[in-house]
């Protein structure tokens, strides 16, 4: 059992003496699993770097063993953000999302494909990310979700079926609301940022910021919670970042912690 493909590196957890355990995300297989011998080595920790895309070969006896992965370089996304924080932790944020909740051995080409091309422009162009990469971010998020079958219903007002003026989501039901239809309900609401409905549009760092809250409710809620998993760390700490450019506080969406219960 065997197969080689480019991939995304996920993660890599030291293991025994000199080894380390390696996710990577492919477009073909999805998320594997493996042994890299040597991986957290002097040698072999730059190449398992979170964020890298490799040319990575998995083998094993059987298919449901672990099994052996190589791999050799393609792109170092890491090495490249060192002096980057706010970039840098885009991609842990975007690999550590990705390694948390998709299922181990089932094929996501669309989120691999939006991961590759985020990682590739986020390393290579960091100014990018800082100005204008958040709305990709929170969209590739939303991909996710729909991906893992918890996709939002943004199309038209869950109150009247218009699609003008949409402002709000329901924390409840994933569905979009008007503004106008808001009313007294409107304290309870997730906000809907422009620029999820109109990719042209970059926004503002309190717009991602409120694009993080919706995004982070449901992944946290749904895509985690039925895995009994909480947010990973590097989200919570990228929508920390995002909220001290907003100037705001952070709120329970965006942090993983005592999400609202509408009725």
Same mark, same amino acid.
């Given at each position: 059992m065997e197969w080689e493909a480019p991939a995304l590196v996920l993660s890599a957890t030291p293991y025994g003496e000199g080894s380390a355990i390696v996710h990577v995300l492919t477009g073909e297989y999805g998320l594997y699993h493996g042994l890299a011998r040597g991986g957290s080595s002097r040698r072999g920790r730059p190449v398992w770097q979170t964020g890298n895309l490799v040319r990575a070969r998995w083998s094993a006896r059987l298919s449901e063993q672990l099994g052996g992965m190589t791999a050799e370089t393609v792109h170092a996304s890491g090495a490249r953000l060192l002096d980057h924080p706010l970039p840098l932790a885009m991609l842990a944020s975007l690999c550590a999302l990705a390694d948390?909740?998709? =299922? &181990? !051995? &089932? =094929?996501?080409?669309?989120?691999?494909?939006?991961?590759?091309?985020?990682?590739? !422009?986020?390393?290579?162009?960091?100014?990018w990310a800082v100005d204008a990469a958040m709305p990709e971010i929170v969209r590739w998020e939303l991909l996710l979700l729909s991906e893992l079958g918890f996709g939002l219903d943004l199309g038209q007002c869950a109150l009247?079926?218009?699609q003008d003026d949409l402002a709000w989501v329901s924390p409840r039901t994933g569905r979009a609301v008007s503004d106008a239809r808001a009313g007294e309900w409107r304290a309870r609401l997730l906000p809907l940022p422009a620029f999820v409905l109109h990719p042209e549009q970059t926004g503002t760092p309190g717009d991602w910021y409120d694009g993080l809250c919706l995004s982070g409710h449901f992944l946290r809620r749904d895509a985690f919670g039925q895995r009994h998993r909480p947010l990973p760390e590097a989200r919570i700490r990228l929508a920390d970042r995002i909220a001290r450019l907003a100037d705001v506080v952070p709120p329970d969406e965006a942090t993983g912690e005592n999400s609202p219960q509408p009725d």
């Open positions: 948390g909740s998709l =299922p &181990e !051995r &089932e =094929p996501h080409p669309a989120i691999f494909q939006g991961l590759t091309s985020l990682l590739a !422009r986020i390393s290579l162009d960091p100014q009247g079926g218009g």
